[in-house]
């Protein structure tokens, strides 16, 4: 082995060991630091007027390739997950998903809760569109706290897996309660190189009116981030609300991980 690729290798380990080294960690204790100045240097105005036009908007670069594969080198270890989910079994598509258990690999919490004070303010903006009385804290681990007192303690951040001709039909991840309207998705695969096909892909459903789709072209280490359930749509009497529903199309070959962060917990 040459010594380029020694050092990848040696920085891949460093990196997996630090994403394992989660044992003890409280379950939302965010450590900051490098993940917490990248979203920090995000144009969130353009992201929050991306949400209020589409549902949806990219966060491009929120990983870097060895972030990306370090995590996907986590799925076959199932001591990391509360549980498996294999698609086929229950109607939801082809492929498979995990969830992780408490306590989350750090950068999971890291991301976590970095990205969630900087969607609170689109969450609350939107849920006073909608004539809806529930607000957000500004911190994660206060609404963290809501949901467990509901009962809703089981970690939502999961990852998938596809295969080829695996797809994952338009669903919304609800799990109780309490449900934060925005969610993150992060490709840790690189399209046309480690697959092709499996698109990420959102529709919309206006009162009386056909679905609206969206495709988001997200490369490896991009994020989308967008509206769990419903969001707010101005109309000519004012604000009404949209239904929208994800998922990922028909992979045609190779292999997908992507990593989904939500940020309610389930029942």
């Known amino acids: 082995m040459d010594t380029v690729a020694k050092d990848m290798q040696s920085r891949s380990l ?142 939502t951040p999961l990852m998938l897996q596809y295969a080829p001709d695996d797809y994952n039909c338009l669903h919304q991840d609800l799990y109780g309660e309490h449900v934060f309207p925005l969610q993150v998705a992060i490709l840790l695969s690189e399209p046309g190189v480690d697959f092709t096909g499996g698109e990420f892909v959102m529709t919309e459903q206006r009162p009386r009116m056909q679905s609206r789709t969206e495709v988001v072209p997200l490369r490896k280490g991009d994020a989308v981030v967008f509206a769990v359930h419903h969001r707010p749509v101005q109309g000519t009497r004012g604000p009404y609300r949209v239904n929208l529903r994800h998922g990922v199309s028909r992979l045609r070959s190779g292999q997908r991980h992507t990593l989904g962060v939500i940020f309610h917990d389930a029942t």
């Not at 990196?15 to 939302?28: N, S």
């Open 14 to 155: 460093e990196l997996t060991l630090d994403l394992k080294a989660g044992a003890g960690q409280k379950p939302e204790a965010g450590r900051g630091g490098s993940h917490a100045q990248r979203i920090g240097a995000i144009d969130w105005f353009d992201v929050e007027a991306e949400l209020n036009a589409y549902g949806c908007a990219m966060l491009r670069n929120l990983l870097s390739s060895e972030e990306c594969d370090a995590l996907t080198a986590l799925y076959p270890r199932d001591a990391l997950f509360r549980s498996r989910v294999v698609m086929a079994r229950h109607g939801f598509g082809r492929g498979e998903y995990k969830y992780f258990a408490y306590p989350l690999p750090p950068l999971i919490a890291d991301l976590r809760c970095a990205l969630y004070p900087r969607l609170a303010p689109v969450a609350n903006r939107w849920n006073e569109a909608m004539g809806i009385g529930v607000r957000y804290p500004a911190a994660h681990a206060e609404f963290i706290e809501r949901c467990h007192a509901a009962g809703q303690t089981r970690p």
